[in-house]
C-alpha cells in the first residue's frame, strides 16, 4: 500500500522555467511533509519541509504548497537551474498512537528532474 | 568527518551469504535510521534507534535483518543468508533528535550499494 505516491517519475524543464512536482498521500494521520533531493552516488539531502498547520512555506527558489483536504503537495522551483537536476523524493510523517516517530519518514518513489540550459 | 559515514560503499555478495553494513552518524546525533531503496522504488524505513529507547524494528521485512547500536553511536545492519531480493541501496540516517530541532531533517549517508547474486 503506497501511502505516499510520486505519479510523475520523470519531469524535464528549460532552464528558468518553473518546475513542479507533484505528490499525492492516502494517510490523513501525516501531519509533517518534506522534500528531499537527491544527487547519483549521494544521499538524499533535505530540501524544505511543511507543517499540516500551513499551506505553504517558501524558502528562495523553492516552495512547498500543501492542500489538505485533496491530500497533495506540490514542490515549485522557480527559476529552475540546470543544478536543480536531481531525483526529488517526497516524504511524509506522523505521530504514532501512543507515542512519537519523529523521522521515521514515509517516501514516495521520487521523480527524476532534469533542467536544460 | 563531518557527515554520515557509511561502509562498504558497495557490496557484491553471493545468496546465502551473510552481510554486515556498517554505520557512523553525525558526531553528537542520538537518532539513527536505516532505510533502503529497491530499484525503481522509494525509500523505505527499517529500523529507528533512539537515544537508548528500544529500537522502532517495525520496517525490517524480516527475521533475516536485525541491526544493533553500540554506545550509542555507530550502528550495524546485519543481513543473514542473503536473497537476490534483498539487492538495493542500504541508506543510513541520522539526527540530533531534539524536540526543537526541524522534525524528520535527517541526514543521509551516501549509503551501500549491495547486491546479491
Known amino acids: 500500500d503506497q501511502q505516499v505516491k510520486q505519479n510523475s517519475p520523470s519531469l524535464s524543464v528549460q532552464e528558468g522555467r518553473i518546475s513542479i512536482l507533484n505528490c499525492d498521500y492516502t494517510?490523513?494521520?501525516?501531519?509533517?511533509f518534506l522534500w528531499y533531493k537527491k544527487y547519483p552516488a549521494e544521499g538524499p539531502t533535505f530540501l524544505i519541509s511543511?507543517?499540516?498547520?500551513?499551506d505553504k512555506n517558501e524558502d528562495g527558489r523553492f516552495t512547498v504548497f500543501l492542500n489538505k483536504s485533496a491530500k497533495h503537495l506540490s514542490l515549485h522551483i522557480v527559476p529552475s537551474q540546470p543544478g536543480d537536476s536531481a531525483v526529488y523524493f517526497c516524504?511524509?510523517?506522523?505521530?504514532?498512537?501512543?507515542?512519537?516517530?519523529?523521522?521515521?519518514?514515509?517516501f514516495g518513489q521520487g521523480t527524476i528532474l532534469t533542467v536544460h540550459p | 568527518g563531518a557527515g554520515v559515514s557509511q561502509s562498504p560503499s558497495n557490496k557484491v555478495t553471493e545468496k546465502g551469504k551473510d552481510v554486515e553494513l556498517r554505520c557512523d552518524p553525525i558526531?553528537?546525533?542520538?537518532?539513527l535510521y536505516w532505510y533502503r531503496q529497491s530499484l525503481g522504488q522509494g525509500l523505505e524505513f527499517l529500523i529507528y534507534?533512539?537515544?537508548?529507547?528500544?529500537?522502532?524494528k517495525s520496517g525490517l521485512p524480516s527475521d533475516r535483518f536485525s541491526a544493533e547500536r553500540t554506545g550509542g553511536s555507530v550502528s550495524t545492519l546485519t543481513i543473514q543468508r542473503t536473497q537476490q531480493e534483498d539487492s538495493a541501496v542500504y541508506l543510513c540516517?541520522?539526527?540530533?533528535?531534539?524536540?526543537?530541532?526541524?522534525?524528520?531533517?535527517?541526514?543521509f549517508g551516501s549509503g551501500t550499494q549491495l547486491s546479491v547474486l
Open positions: 540516517a541520522s539526527s540530533p533528535g531534539t524536540w526543537s530541532f526541524p522534525r524528520e531533517k535527517l541526514f
Open positions: 494517510n490523513s494521520m501525516f501531519d509533517y
Open positions: 511543511i507543517s499540516s498547520i500551513k
Open positions: 516524504a511524509a510523517s506522523g505521530i504514532n498512537a501512543g507515542g512519537t516517530s519523529y523521522g521515521k519518514l514515509t
Open positions: 558526531s553528537g546525533h542520538t537518532a
Open positions: 534507534f533512539q537515544g537508548n529507547s528500544a529500537p522502532d
